[in-house]
């Protein structure tokens, strides 16, 4: 791969390679872009069949950051940590030290969460060798699991697309469709059916399911079926790259809304939810509670203000979908609108010089 080539067609700014010996860690951490501060992002563990592809993650993933760090509000940039290895072999405390010192020789330019493939207790080894790190546990200052807090943007953003389609915000008796009931989801489930939402739900896991039957009247249906499902509003809480060509025919639905990371598995996907009328919340605006609640460990972890800036995305969703509508574009292109012109305009400001 021509490296500098392949930094320029993103602007990407950096990119890192790091090798030690006796953990055997083989890292990659990408900058994306940092003109709202320090790279933030997430350190993904998994086995790439080669190099180049580790690298593309890496570079994806850290530009994906620096959007949602900027749709969230947050002055951070973007970044991206991957670890070639396979998670449920090849941890170790000596890898995610040997990690810890290598962000930490960065002074803050990158700072680590978890991502998938590593969990709080990993980022807590990381903590023992950098503070540069966040999602640590709650005993060391830090803010634990992120999920409820993300479960909280999610309800948010459910309250705007339902307001933007029907002028009321209540979803008492909205049919939702969840696939996925793990951390996020399970939490969704048990609002939504708290707020008088009627929900069907899918995952792979049975016992993830069984959890879910347990505690709530909900219906269940299989990992293939949730596509079709007729709902009000179609909720991916599980995979990547969901909407797609196969999937988008089946969908009976007015609002696909949910946690998942990279729901559509092309950007011309959310064009054809647009196309059919199908209202579109970009998942990095809606999903962002996490994000913004990790980084409040930043400034010394604060629940309330994590909540507060979480409940505001609520209002930024509804500005996206309202711009989307009054400019005739799709919803996802009008979040990577919302999240340039913030990062352009916050740039600009910066250039004033104060004496510090
Ligand atoms: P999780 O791993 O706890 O749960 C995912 C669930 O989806 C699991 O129960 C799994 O069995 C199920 N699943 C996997 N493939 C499936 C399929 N094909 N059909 C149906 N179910 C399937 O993950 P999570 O933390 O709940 O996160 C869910 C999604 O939200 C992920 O895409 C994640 O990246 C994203 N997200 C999570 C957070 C957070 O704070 N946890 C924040 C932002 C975004």
């Not at 962000?103 to 803050?108: A, E, K, N, V």
């Not at 700072?111 to 540069?132: C, H, L, Q, S």
């Not at 709650?138 to 309250?159: K, Q, W, Y």
């Not at 916050?346 to 004033?352: A, E, F, S």
């Amino acid at each position: 791969m021509e490296l500098f080539s392949r930094l320029k067609v993103d602007s990407h700014e950096q990119i890192m390679f790091f090798r030690e010996q006796v953990s055997q860690l083989r890292a990659i951490v990408a900058i994306h872009d940092t003109t709202l501060g320090p790279a933030i992002g997430g350190v993904r563990m998994k086995e790439y069949p080669d190099e180049d592809g580790a690298v593309e993650d890496a570079l994806r993933l850290s530009k994906s950051m620096t959007y949602k760090a900027a749709g969230a509000g947050l002055d951070f940039g973007g970044g991206q940590t991957v670890i070639m290895g396979d998670p449920k072999k090849d941890k170790s405390e000596s890898l995610f030290r040997a990690l810890g010192r290598f962000i930490d020789s960065l002074g803050g330019r990158y700072i680590a969460a978890e991502g998938v493939g590593t969990g709080f207790n990993d980022m807590d080894f990381i903590r023992m060798e950098t503070k540069y790190v966040v999602g640590i546990p709650s005993s060391r200052g830090g803010s634990d699991d992120p999920s409820p807090v993300c479960a909280t943007g999610v309800m948010r953003g459910l309250e705007a697309c339902r307001a933007f389609v029907t002028g009321s915000d209540d979803l008492a008796g909205v049919k939702v469709a969840v696939q996925g009931v793990g951390r996020v989801g399970r939490i969704l489930v048990g609002r939504l059916t708290e707020r008088g939402a009627a929900v069907t739900i899918a995952d792979i896991d049975p016992g993830a399911t069984e959890r879910v039957t347990s505690e709530y009247d909900v219906t269940v249906v299989s990992p293939d079926d949730i596509y079709a499902v007729e709902c009000d509003i179609f909720c991916p809480c599980a995979l990547g790259g969901i909407i797609n060509d196969q999937t988008i025919k089946q969908l009976k639905c007015r609002i696909v809304a949910g946690a998942a990371n990279s729901q559509l598995e092309d950007e011309k996907h959310g064009d054809v939810l647009h196309k059919r009328g199908i209202l579109y919340a970009p998942d990095y605006i809606i999903n962002a509670g996490g994000l913004i609640n990790v980084a409040d460990e930043i400034y010394g972890y604060d629940k309330q203000r994590a909540m507060r800036k979480t409940g505001a995305i609520k209002e930024v969703l509804t500005s996206i979908l309202l711009s989307a509508r009054d400019e005739g574009i799709s919803t996802h292109q009008a979040a990577d609108r919302f999240a340039e012109r913030r990062i352009e305009q916050v740039g600009m400001v910066r250039r004033t010089y104060v004496s510090s």
